[in-house]
Structure formats: structure tokens, C-alpha cells
């Protein structure tokens, strides 16, 4: 299975606007890139997922640059609330299953 | 409400004797998985199932025994636990395959001694 590199912990301050960046230098052509939040003692939850350019929902966006070899999950004005650990995924949509493990994932620690 | 419940979400256990967690989704989806979270470990998948009757080893699965005998129910055998078991276990769901929206249960922790 491929690895994505992500930092292994952020601090931030509460109304800061964070970016968490993924490296995943061989993903496909097909590869989708998928972010998922994890509070202590829950399972992940579905942050949002893109191809290629910007997607934005009501959680982050997602900016995915031409080569697509990394991505940057940005959460806008974080809260003590969003502490959680973060990971990023490469997966084909078409043929199925991930091609990356969960790893440790981002660990961020938002402040007041 | 679409959810994804695991039972039972605690279960302290001796060596050896067999134990089942259930999984169910209500969300007719074809796709179910199991991980296992350990400290510095990450999510390691266990098994999967692609549909009703298919399921296939994922990347830890010595240990646990699994079926899918109807779309909705997903539950992890282990036939004899041993120490090394003892963990935090999620099922996950998605429509289709892994790579959708995948949602996943509350967790069992599961300690073997």
C-alpha cells in the first residue's frame, strides 16, 4: 500500500485559520484524495474528499495543485473543538479500496 | 439517522474464550469494514466485504474470523483471544467501496487477560 506523509502534530490558537498538508507522491491517475477527523475514542469522521483544484464544504477545503502530489486541508477559524487527529487517504474511486493506510495521521491541538 | 453501532462498545475477557462484536449499519450499504487502533499504530484494516458472502483479508487479520450473511450485519469473531488482541476496534461502512464516505462505529475497546 502507498504511504502519505503528513506532519505528525500542529498547534494552533482558537480563530486561527490552520492548513495541514499531505504528500503523496505516487498517486494515480485515478487516485482520490480523502480526509478524515478522529476524536479520542471515536472513529473517524468523513472530512471531505477531491480529484484535483479546490473543493469547499461547511467543514474545510481542500487544495489539490496541478501535479497532485500533495494536498492542504484547511480548516478556517478553528475552535477547541476541532483538536483531533487528522489523516489523509489516496484511494481509487473506480476500482475500489484504499491504496494508503491510516497512519498516525496529524495530530492538532487547537489553544485558547 | 444513518449510523453504524458496534456492541458491545466495552468487554474485558480471559484468554481463550470466544467472543463476538457485532457491527450493523442501517444504511444498506454494500461495503463493511473492521480496523484496529493501537497506540503509534494508526487504523489497521482486518477484513472487508465487498457485498453479501464476499469478505477478504485486510492487513492484520490473523486472529479474527469475520462473515457477512446479510447486508446490514458485519461481526468480528475472535475464536480465541489472546493478549495481543486487546485493542480499540471500529467497524466502518460505505455505499460502494472503501473510498467513498465511509462512516464509522463508536468503537469496542476490548481488553484480553
Known amino acids: 500500500l502507498a504511504k502519505t506523509t503528513q506532519p505528525i502534530s500542529m498547534d494552533s490558537y482558537e480563530g486561527q485559520e490552520v492548513n495541514i498538508t499531505c504528500s503523496h507522491n505516487?498517486?494515480?491517475?485515478?487516485?482520490?484524495i480523502t480526509w478524515y477527523q478522529q476524536f479520542p475514542s471515536q472513529g473517524p469522521r468523513f472530512i471531505i474528499q477531491g480529484y484535483k483544484t479546490k473543493v469547499t464544504n461547511e467543514v474545510a477545503s481542500l487544495f489539490i495543485p496541478a501535479d497532485r502530489k500533495s494536498s492542504t486541508l484547511s480548516l478556517p477559524r478553528v475552535s477547541l473543538s476541532d483538536t483531533a487527529v487528522y489523516y489523509c487517504l489516496v484511494g481509487d474511486l473506480n476500482t475500489g479500496g484504499f491504496k494508503t493506510i491510516f497512519g498516525a495521521g496529524t495530530r492538532l491541538f487547537v489553544k485558547a | 439517522e444513518a449510523q453504524v453501532t458496534q456492541n458491545p462498545r466495552y468487554l474485558i475477557t480471559v484468554t481463550g474464550k470466544k467472543l463476538t462484536v457485532t457491527c450493523s449499519q442501517n444504511?444498506?450499504?454494500?461495503?463493511m469494514s473492521w480496523y484496529r487502533q493501537d497506540p503509534g499504530l494508526g487504523l489497521r484494516q482486518i477484513y472487508y466485504?465487498?457485498?453479501?458472502?464476499?469478505?477478504d483479508k485486510g492487513d492484520v487479520p490473523e486472529g479474527y474470523k469475520v462473515s457477512r450473511k446479510e447486508k446490514r450485519n458485519f461481526p468480528l469473531i475472535l475464536e480465541s483471544p489472546s493478549p495481543n488482541q486487546t485493542s480499540l476496534y471500529f467497524c466502518?461502512?460505505?455505499?460502494?467501496?472503501?473510498?467513498?464516505?465511509?462512516?464509522f462505529g463508536q468503537g469496542t475497546r476490548l481488553t484480553v487477560v
Open positions: 466485504s465487498m457485498n453479501v458472502e464476499v469478505t
Open positions: 505516487n498517486i494515480a491517475t485515478n487516485d482520490y
Open positions: 444504511m444498506n450499504h454494500e461495503y
Open positions: 466502518a461502512s460505505s455505499y460502494r467501496h472503501q473510498n467513498t464516505e465511509a462512516f
